[in-house]
């Protein structure tokens, strides 16, 4: 009797587990970067403004976000789309781009010349520990960071568990808002993801305070020394201070 009571309760756990555990967003996700000709970066805003985010809906992709870097000297603009699958990111492309609609708005918005000088796209896959990424709406109050993380060799895993398990709840001790995490597709698989992530600050004066409190906080100072006891995780870490567009989806 006793063993089926304790069976019971370990079934009992086990299910709890299971509901509760969090799964990640199983939708793909694409980073696109556009890199402006000089004095054409307002012409790509009011393209997209007006048509291009519609578009894509029209074809099956969902807007996540859109941003311009606060130090922008590239004229650059970066966002982040989702579809269901690769196969669908690549068909929806596909019907985008001889869309009549599509023709008529690209034709007519270079009319005084090209606006585009090059795209960069990021593929990437959300982590089991990234915030539901969803439209948050609502005033341009927040500066967002986008940090990508490149780590030595075989180190993935020992920089998502850190994530997972202790820097995000440190982050919002110091009001470093988690916003989204992913890892990078690489197109060689013998090539290890790269974690890419927005969080977000009240300002770029206050992420720096921000930080300054993070680097120093004794806990993460602990988390991090026992994290690196096998060797060094990270090899180099990019950031980029970016603000919102008026038709962003994440504000």
Not at 120 to 141: L, Q, Y
Not at 165 to 177: A, E, L
Request: charged share 25%.
């Amino acid at each position: 009797m006793k063993k089926l009571f304790l069976l019971t309760l370990l079934c009992a756990g086990l299910f709890s587990f299971a509901v509760n555990a969090k799964k990640a967003d199983p939708r793909y996700f694409e980073m696109r970067i556009y890199y402006c000709h000089p004095g054409r970066l307002d012409a790509l805003i009011q393209r997209f403004t007006n048509h291009t985010t519609k578009i894509f809906e029209k074809h099956g992709m969902t807007n996540v976000g859109y941003w311009i870097p606060t130090n922008n000297t590239e004229n650059a603009l970066y966002y982040i789309l989702a579809y269901p699958s690769k196969a669908d990111r690549d068909s929806s492309w596909k019907h985008f781009s001889s869309d009549p609609e599509w023709k008529t708005v690209s034709k007519k918005s270079e009319e005084t010349g090209k606006i585009v000088a090059k795209v960069t796209s990021i593929f990437m896959n959300a982590t089991d520990f990234s915030p539901k990424i969803k439209p948050s709406g609502g005033p341009v109050d927040q500066v967002f960071e986008l940090r990508t993380y490149s780590q030595l060799p075989g180190r993935n895993p020992a920089i998502l568990a850190r994530f997972k398990d202790h820097t995000m709840k440190i982050f919002k001790s110091h009001d470093i808002k988690n916003i989204a995490y992913f890892t990078t597709i690489e197109k060689d698989p013998a090539i290890q993801s790269k974690l890419v992530y927005l969080v977000a600050h009240p300002s770029e004066e206050a992420a720096k305070a921000n930080w300054g409190a993070f680097v120093n906080d004794p806990k993460w100072k602990q988390v991090s020394a026992d994290s690196e006891k096998d060797g060094k995780i990270i090899e180099k870490i990019e950031s980029i201070f970016m603000t919102p567009t008026t038709f962003s989806t994440i504000r």
